[in-house]
């Protein structure tokens, strides 16, 4: 029977989810949309993402898509139906009929995230009343960033590289190489956001690139460290790149 390729558009607040592959001790955001898609078509379905998101990540324009035998509601009636079901942190924006072959992970050229710090050295006392609400969706630093030094290690990561020293949980016979289209960082308010847009990210990448990036503002380490460590010429210490918190972190938005 031929099947009908619908791509949705979305946008979720991670913060209570296990990111968004589906789980099976967890709850997902993969496993909450699956849940409603079955319940409305009365068959099994299953949700194809443009890439997994950390544990406690949020998205602001997430593509995905399935396929389904039959559909009886048009593509607005469905964003409605599906809103009524999900909880309130996860939000379908669009939904329309795909091409045959288009695929929310494989279509994808590039994906763009954005992470946000906030340093609480930078804050009036009037902005700190907002702490609360916006660590939630940022990560709070104790002590200031030289700019100047973030901005050169963010440079040392654009263009193509192994970035086998900055990702966790792979055989070491894996494919490391990605490109960084680029990695752009800029003062707003009491604090900095990272601009990321790249090919793939491997888990873990970008909260363990701007580790290390924040760690090199504070003169931890020589700039040519990570030179070495992108040509896997040495190994980038662990304690360098710990991962920053993944509430910090921001899906934006694919390209096709």
Same mark, same amino acid.
């Given at each position: 029977m031929e099947e009908t390729n619908l791509r949705l558009t979305l946008s979720f607040d991670g913060s209570s989810y296990s990111g968004w592959q589906r789980q099976k001790n967890a709850e997902s955001i993969q496993g909450e949309i699956e849940k409603s898609l079955e319940a409305i078509f009365k068959e099994h379905v299953r949700l194809d993402g443009i890439g997994r998101t950390d544990a406690g990540a949020h998205a602001l324009s997430y593509t995905a898509n399935f396929r389904v035998k039959k559909t009886k509601f048009s593509p607005e009636k469905l964003i409605y139906i599906l809103n009524r079901r999900l909880p309130e942190a996860?939000?379908? &924006?669009?939904?329309?009929?795909?091409?045959?072959?288009? &695929? @929310? *992970?494989? @279509?994808?050229?590039?994906?763009?995230?954005?992470?946000?710090?906030?340093?609480?050295?930078?804050?009036?006392?009037?902005?700190?009343?907002?702490?609360?609400?916006?660590? *939630?969706? @940022? &990560?709070?630093? *104790?002590?200031?960033?030289?700019?100047?030094?973030l901005r050169q290690a963010c440079s040392m990561f654009r263009g193509e590289h192994s970035f086998k020293n900055f990702s966790y949980g792979y055989k070491n016979s894996m494919n490391f190489v990605r490109r960084i289209h680029y990695l752009r960082v800029s003062e707003k308010g009491p604090g900095v956001v990272f601009f990321i847009k790249g090919t793939g990210f491997l888990n873990g990448m970008i909260r363990s690139i701007i580790s290390a990036c924040i760690n090199y503002s504070r003169g931890c380490y020589e700039i040519d460290l990570i030179e070495r460590a992108l040509e896997e010429k040495t190994v980038f210490p662990v304690e360098l790149r710990a991962p920053v918190p993944a509430r910090g972190l921001i899906f934006k938005r694919g390209f096709f």
């Open positions: 996860i939000r379908i &924006h669009t939904a329309e009929i795909a091409p045959e072959d288009f &695929h @929310s *992970r494989f @279509s994808a050229v590039a994906r763009e995230y954005i992470y946000s710090i906030i340093i609480i050295p930078r804050l009036s006392r009037l902005s700190a009343r907002w702490l609360p609400f916006c660590s *939630r969706y @940022s &990560h709070l630093i *104790r002590d200031d960033i030289d700019i100047t030094r």
